[in-house]
Every structure is written in C-alpha cells, then in structure tokens.
C-alpha cells in the first residue's frame, strides 16, 4: 500500500486555484525531495515537478510546488480544462535498503 | 527526445514468470537509471525497482524476492522479469528513466498484463 498519503479529490471552475496535499514521514518526505506526477485520462503519468518545487522545461507556472516538514502540496492556479486528472506525489523513502515511493493519488475536476 | 516502448507477453499464466522489455531511443541508457513502474486500480502506482548502467539496484521491498531487472547496453534496452505472478500483479507496466534528483522525467506508453489462471 502508499506510504504518501493525499487528499482523494480536488476540485474548481476554470481560472480557479486548487491545492493538493500530500503526507508522509520522516523516512520519505521529511528528509528527501518530493515529487509530483502528472496523469491525465488515458496516458502515461508525466513529470510535473522535481526537487519539490522545479519544473520541468515545458511545464507551466500554473503549477507549483512546496514543502514543509514531512508534509508537501501542489497548487495549480488558473484552472483549466485540461488539467482535469489525477496527480500523484512521489519521494525516495530510506528505509529497508531505499525505494522510492508514490502518494494515493488525488482527482482533479473541473467543474 | 527520449522515447521508451515496452514489449512482452500480455497474458501470463498464474505462478509463471512475467517478462518484458523496454526499448529506448533517444538516449543511452549508460546514462541514468532505468526503472519500472506499474499501476492497478487497486493499489494505484507502484513502483517496482531501478537500475542504473554500474549495476546499482533498489527494488520495491514488497517485491524484491521475486524481481529481477537487467540492462542490454548492445541493444540499449532493459528488462523486467517478475516470478511466481499472481492475480495482484495484473496491471499496466511503464518503464521510465530516473535521472534521480531530477526526477522520473520519461515515460513508455505502458503495457497491461494479465495473469490468468
């Protein structure tokens, strides 16, 4: 099961800003990078931040990313159509040898 | 622009072995790492393990009795092979490259495997 616990669902109209949580642990969050994917219907997650607030090249700043403690959120302000999806946090977690793991997932609608 | 394809067999039996391979374009996998990734309904993304080209490997405690990974650096492609499946490992596999602090920034397309029994 995750070990990154979020929020099931999100939702807004358009232009809208919606926020995300994600918890976790010492062991994961508390001491390495967060990360956060991105998966619309139907395709492969994709990288929407690195480093708990980068972004990638080619990624909006409608979407940004923060950090506090062994808790992270992602905001997507100027909500749009196709930012409906899920959106799935990720860190490294240290325990038992090190693996890497992903959040619940939250659902982003659009009303 | 880096481009990964998965292959293998879609249907495996129960208690047989999964195996797929990932194919990349556009980079050489001596660079970074290489990892899996699935995703069911029920356990949502899951990731299975990485392996970088000096051989260094982490796998997914849940996971890493039955996981083996392996890298062909002649065809630039990389491998997935999973023992003993069950019903559980029934999902869509993706393989990525991990550049490690910058993130998992590369996905396949995914494929879904089944076990059947």
């Known amino acids: 099961q995750s070990v990154l616990t979020q929020s099931p669902s999100a939702s807004g109209t358009p232009g809208q800003m919606v926020t995300m949580s994600c918890s976790g642990s010492?062991?994961?969050?508390?001491?390495?990078?967060v990360y956060w994917y991105q998966q619309l219907p139907g395709t492969a997650p994709k990288l929407l931040i690195y480093k708990n607030n980068q972004r990638p090249s080619g990624v909006p700043d409608r979407f940004s990313g923060s950090k506090s403690g062994t808790s992270a959120s992602l905001a997507v302000s100027g909500l749009r159509s196709e930012d409906e999806g899920d959106y799935y946090c990720?860190?490294?977690?240290?325990?038992?040898?090190?693996?890497?793991?992903f959040g619940t997932g939250t659902r982003v609608t659009v009303l | 622009q880096v481009q990964l394809q998965e292959s293998g067999t879609r249907l495996v039996k129960f208690s047989e072995t999964l195996s797929l391979t990932c194919s990349v374009s556009g980079a050489s996998i001596r660079t970074y790492a290489w990892t899996w990734i699935r995703q069911s309904a029920d356990k949502g993304l899951e990731w299975i393990g990485r392996l970088d080209y000096t051989g260094r490997d982490n796998y997914n405690p849940s996971l890493r009795s039955r996981v083996f990974m392996s890298l062909d650096l002649s065809d630039n492609k990389f491998s997935l092979k999973l023992h003993s499946v069950t019903a559980a490992d029934t999902a869509i596999y993706y393989c990525?490259?991990?550049?490690?602090?910058?993130?998992?920034?590369?996905w396949g397309h995914g494929i879904l495997v089944t076990v059947s029994s």
């Open positions: 990525a490259r991990d550049r490690t602090v910058e993130g998992t920034d590369s």
């Open positions: 010492s062991s994961n969050i508390g001491t390495n990078y």
């Open positions: 990720a860190a490294w977690d240290n325990s038992l040898n090190g693996h890497y793991v």
